[in-house]
Structure formats: C-alpha cells, structure tokens
C-alpha cells in the first residue's frame, strides 16, 4: 500500500461570492493548488469533485467545473458526504492513490450556497432526515445542535458564556485570516446579547452561509520522488464513522459517536495519541459542536469542554490550538468546501506559512475532524511532517 502525500493547495476566499460562478470558485482554488504544487493539469490521474450540489442551478457541477478547470477527462466522480463532502473526496483520492489506481490526484471541494435565500437554505439542510423529524417538526440544523447544546448544558453545566468564547477565538482568528467570510472581531457580551436562533443558539453560536472552494492535490511517494518535492506533508491516517439518520435513534446527545469511532480509528492507524496533535481543525458548525469535538477527539475528558475554553488551552499557547483559520464559525463552511479547507490550512501550519497564525509545533502532527449532518458522516484525517 502506498504513502500517500499532500504537494499542492489552494483555497478561494469564502463569503458571498456573487462575483464567481460555481466553476469560477473552483478554478481559484484549483489554480493556486497546481501552482503550488509545481505541475500542470497533465500530472494529474483523477479528479474527484466533493460537493452537496442542492443550492445550486446545476444539479450535475462535477463535469462543469472539471471542463472548467482543465480536467475534462480526469473527473469520473462526484462524491456527497453532507457537510464531510470535502473529506470525503481527499478520502477517495487518497485511497485511489493508496492502492495504486492512480498516482496522482486533486480533491476539490465545491460548493455555492447563496445563490437562494436563508429560509430556503435553512429548509434544505433541515430536510436531511425528513419524513419523521424535518416534517413532522421542523428540525433545522440549528434545531438540532440546540438540542445537543441544551443536553450539555444539563448534564455537564456547560455554560452559554462558554459557547460564546468559542465564537470570540474563530472571530478573532478569521480577522486575521484573508480568505475568512468574517473578518471582525467580537467579544462575549456582544456573543451573548446577538439575536436568539435556537436557544441556546445565538446568531454569534452559529457559522454563515457561504460560497467557497478549496483544493488538494495528492500523489504517491514515487511520484513526489520523481517531482523532486523536498519536505512534502504525509496523510498518515483517515478515520471514518457513521451513526444513525434519524436523532431519535441515538444513545447520547452530549456526543457525536461518530466522531468517537473515527478519532479512534485515525489514531490507531497512526500511532499517536491525542495528546501528540499540535494543531487541530475541528467541525465548529454551531459552537455547542467545538466544544463537544475537545472530548470526543480526546483534548480533555468528557463534559470539560467548557473548562478547556474558559482555561484559555485551544488558543495558539495553549494545550491544543484549534480552529486558527477562524474555523467554520468565521472562515465560512461552504459544505463541500469544508474538509478541503481544513487540510488547506492544516498544510500551511505545518509548512510553518500561516504567517500571523502560525502554531509552533513540536511533533509537527495535525488533525482534521469534519462532521456531515449532526454525526451521519465523519472524518478524521492526520497530517504529518
């Protein structure tokens, strides 16, 4: 089985692209991907487009934006993992370069969210399990982590000042981040007193609606010793798990088991422990998700999450930085765009370019956590240097 690595990246700037088609958003990222990687669109084997696609006017984009791009005749497939459509496509690529089909290939996560209204938006991704929840009682998105919120709250004391200083670190790294939908600080009381989504959901709890892409070329450890790339970033693991479509039908709702399973799985794959991660990227939809992340990915034990952000320990300084690109919550989280993005600036740090952002590191690992839905789809990839 092959190792696989990570030589090129790009990312678009994510917010309310009405300047860029869907393709055009593509092409940005796709660009700086190949640029960075020193190739052309000739190198590549296969192109694998990461998208949720049910915003747009295009119900079938993959061949757009492959012919868009320069890869008409590299894009078999266009993969769908909710919210983890990103990773999942770096999952695809990654195993078809592992198990020798291809030795080259770009993962690009797409998508174009604005092109409707917010009701109509918030409608679509509530009608994720919809014959019995979305119909029967309109569960949204933010319907759904309030109820996980709500549960936290109880049974671990989890606080709403805490679920506001999650919003105060992402704002405060996408201020810093040039590619971030939202880049403006805030602080916890304006957190606390913006408007109520879902109690205990605010509009400061939770991430916008946004367009955007990201990509990721990879290829095989021959192939970087023939491109002479010095100092490449390795994917030493990529976890999975899965749950239930319908929340009824889950043990816990202070959790996302889920991410239990793929954390776990990603660890054992790479032989580290949690407490070896420098840098993690974690899937902040709503703030209430971060919090939750710290303990299901192992950063601290169950129910201290709030403690870790009050101690201040996922800031860069702390015990785990997270979400240093502004996360989610202030980058944007353009769904199919999402895993990408994460892998985008987890390659950075570990380059040592993220410039005002940059964590030290010292074991030079890193973590990617990208949910689909409320835990149906999960990914964990680790990066290493």
């Known amino acids: 089985?092959?190792?696989?690595?990570?030589?090129?990246?790009?990312?678009?700037?994510?917010?309310?692209?009405?300047?860029?088609?869907?393709?055009e958003l593509a092409f940005e990222a796709v660009k700086e991907a190949i640029e960075d990687a020193g190739i052309t669109q000739k190198d590549i084997d296969l192109s694998v487009v990461g998208s949720v696609g049910n915003r747009?006017?295009?119900?079938?984009?993959?061949?757009?934006?492959?012919?868009?791009?320069?890869?008409?005749?590299?894009?078999?497939?266009?993969?769908?993992?909710?919210?983890?459509?990103?990773?999942?496509?770096?999952?695809?690529?990654?195993?078809?370069?592992?198990?020798?089909?291809?030795?080259?290939?770009i993962a690009i996560g797409v998508e174009k969210m604005c092109e409707v209204d917010t009701p109509t938006s918030t409608a679509i991704g509530g009608r994720g399990c919809y014959l019995w929840e979305f119909h029967m009682f309109g569960t949204s998105f933010a319907a759904y982590y309030a109820l996980f919120a709500t549960a936290h709250m109880t049974k671990y004391g989890t606080k709403e000042e805490q679920l506001a200083k999650?919003?105060?670190?992402?704002?405060?790294?996408?201020?810093?981040?040039?590619?971030?939908?939202?880049?403006?600080?805030?602080?916890?009381?304006?957190?606390?007193?913006?408007?109520?989504?879902?109690?205990?959901?605010?509009?400061?709890?939770?991430?916008?609606?946004?367009?955007?892409?990201?990509?990721?070329?990879?290829?095989s450890e021959e192939k970087v010793k023939e491109l002479k790339i010095q100092d490449p970033i390795w994917i030493l693991a990529i976890g999975y798990g899965s749950d239930t479509g319908n929340l009824t039908r889950r043990e816990d709702y202070t959790s996302i088991k889920s991410t239990r399973i793929a954390?776990?799985?990603?660890?054992?794959?790479?032989?580290?422990?949690?407490?070896?991660?420098?840098?993690?990227?974690?899937h902040d939809c709503f703030t209430i998700a971060e919090i939750m992340a710290y303990e299901d990915l192992g950063f601290c034990k169950k129910g201290e999450g709030g403690k870790l952000i009050d101690e201040g320990q996922t800031w860069i300084g702390?015990?785990?930085?997270?979400?240093?690109?502004?996360?989610?919550?202030?980058?944007?989280?353009?769904?199919?765009?999402?895993?990408?993005?994460?892998?985008?600036?987890?390659?950075?740090?570990?380059?040592?370019?993220?410039g005002n952002r940059q964590v030290p590191l010292k074991k030079y690992l890193a973590l990617a956590h990208n949910v689909g839905m409320t835990g149906q789809y999960c990914y964990v990839t680790i990066l290493g240097r």
């Open 56 to 105: 747009l006017y295009d119900m079938y984009p993959a061949p757009s934006v492959n012919e868009y791009v320069g890869l008409t005749f590299k894009g078999p497939l266009r993969v769908e993992a909710a919210c983890a459509s990103g990773s999942a496509a770096i999952f695809t690529a990654y195993n078809a370069i592992k198990s020798g089909f291809a030795e080259t290939a």
């Open 1 to 23: 089985m092959k190792r696989v690595a990570i030589i090129g990246v790009g990312h678009s700037k994510f917010g309310v692209r009405a300047d860029a088609t869907y393709c």
């Open 318 to 354: 702390g015990k785990i930085p997270v979400n240093v690109d502004g996360g989610l919550k202030a980058k944007g989280h353009p769904l199919g765009a999402t895993g990408c993005s994460m892998i985008y600036e987890l390659t950075k740090q570990l380059r040592n370019e993220a």
């Open 166 to 219: 999650v919003a105060v670190k992402n704002h405060y790294y996408g201020a810093r981040n040039p590619k971030a939908h939202f880049q403006r600080e805030i602080n916890v009381e304006q957190a606390l007193k913006s408007r109520v989504i879902c109690w205990p959901l605010k509009l400061y709890d939770c991430c916008p609606i946004s367009d955007g892409a990201a990509a990721i070329i990879l290829a």
């Open 263 to 282: 954390s776990q799985m990603a660890y054992k794959m790479a032989k580290i422990n949690p407490e070896d991660i420098d840098v993690a990227e974690v």
